[in-house]
């Protein structure tokens, strides 16, 4: 497969979007906001995305106090009463420690309520606080993903299901209600294994892939994989995305500047658990360069570096992850601004 077998035919066909975990900010005076704060923020991110013309808005299901958002769905129905065009979905929804019954009615629900703009993106989270909080063994980490992912896939058909698996009961002819008007659209989050890149070809999802260290081309393959095996399971075409952190500013250095509290801040809190070595700015200044997975920098800098990366992977989709530990409200509002009214443009005129 070449470069223009996997290339985007045209920049009508890029949709830029953007992902938030709901990151718990802090305030102009430095004190960290509520949860409750934080999630009316989030739904104001949405209507201003909506407002620049972006194509989607995505929040992450998460479990833990750095993040606010543990009932996206929710979130997203305020965001719907609030938009009129932007597509609204979850980025990821657990669906390991969740069931599949209850997400197709969750997402049909949201898809009603937002007169078809609903999709969701599956996956099995970075973290396992889910799994005890929800009563699921994380021995049975694997074949919960896969077992849900296929149900999930015939619920999709909106026909009664007849399905059996291992860790949860059968169903026999179930039909699920609401019906959507047009269908769900469905991604599966893919960190970066081969055999998740072929279980989303299996099912029939498109496959998010979530860069968030290295460059881009280290993740091709898996593009190649997912196309090959498509066809292996003769699947029609479905689209490849990418979700990768970001944040801009005028300049590069004052998107640097103002986004490396956030990223270190995250970085050490996470890391505290993870034995991960302390955050630093060397660090971060190479993650933001050429062979980095953060979009942090001017508009310039920033649609170059996603026009590069939807060229090397033939993606049809970019999506930024905007919130970043720390980060304030205000500065992401600003980010957001800039990526719908002057990155967007840029980038649909670097492809072209």
């Known amino acids: 497969m070449t470069t223009a077998d996997l290339a985007p035919t ?11 975990f709901g ?41 833990r106090r750095e993040f606010a958002v543990s009932s996206p769905e929710i979130v997203l129905a305020a965001a719907a009463a609030r938009t009129k065009r932007i597509h609204l979905g979850t ?10 019954v209850r997400v197709f009615e969750r997402f049909s629900t949201l898809d009603a309520v937002s007169s078809g703009r609903a999709e969701v993106i599956l996956g099995r989270g970075s973290f396992i606080e889910s799994f005890p909080l929800f009563g699921y063994d994380l021995r049975d980490y694997e074949p919960l993903f896969d077992e849900k992912l296929e149900l999930f896939s015939q619920l ?10 291992t860790l949860r009961a059968p169903l026999e002819e179930a039909d699920v209600f609401p019906k959507t008007e047009n269908g769900l659209r469905a991604w599966v989050g893919v960190g970066g294994t081969p055999e ?10 498109g496959l998010m892939l979530a860069i968030i260290g290295g460059p881009a081309e280290r993740f091709r393959p898996f593009a190649e994989l997912y196309r090959r095996s498509l066809e292996t399971f003769e699947r029609p075409e479905l689209p490849v995305g990418v979700h990768s952190p970001g944040h801009i500013a005028e300049t590069d250095q004052q998107a640097w500047d103002e986004a490396y509290e956030g990223f270190e801040a995250m970085n050490n809190s996470i890391g505290r658990e993870r034995g991960w070595p302390p955050y630093n700015r060397l660090r971060f200044q190479h993650d933001v360069g ?13 649609a170059r570096k996603i026009a590069d990366t939807v060229r090397t992977l033939g993606a049809s989709r970019f999506d930024m992850k905007f919130s970043t530990g720390t980060l304030s409200h205000q500065k992401m509002m600003r980010s957001i601004e800039l990526y719908g009214t002057e990155v967007a443009p840029l980038v649909r005129d670097m492809l072209s």
Not at 156 to 165: D, H, M, N, R
Not at 290 to 302: D, R
């Open 290 to 302: 050429p062979g980095g997975a953060l979009y942090v920098g001017s508009p310039e800098t920033v």
């Open 10 to 20: 045209g920049p009508a066909q890029i949709e830029l979007g953007l992902d938030t």
């Open 156 to 165: 999709l058909t909106e026909k009664p299901v007849t399905w059996s698996g």
């Open 23 to 63: 990151d718990v900010t802090r305030d102009a005076t430095g004190e960290l906001l509520s949860a409750a704060q934080t999630i009316r923020n989030v739904v104001d991110q949405a209507v201003l995305a909506d407002q620049v013309g972006l194509s989607f808005f995505g929040i992450g299901e998460h479990h």
């Open 91 to 100: 980025a990821v929804t657990v669906l390991s420690s969740d069931d599949p």
């Open 196 to 205: 998740s890149a072929v279980r989303a070809a299996r099912y029939g999802y």
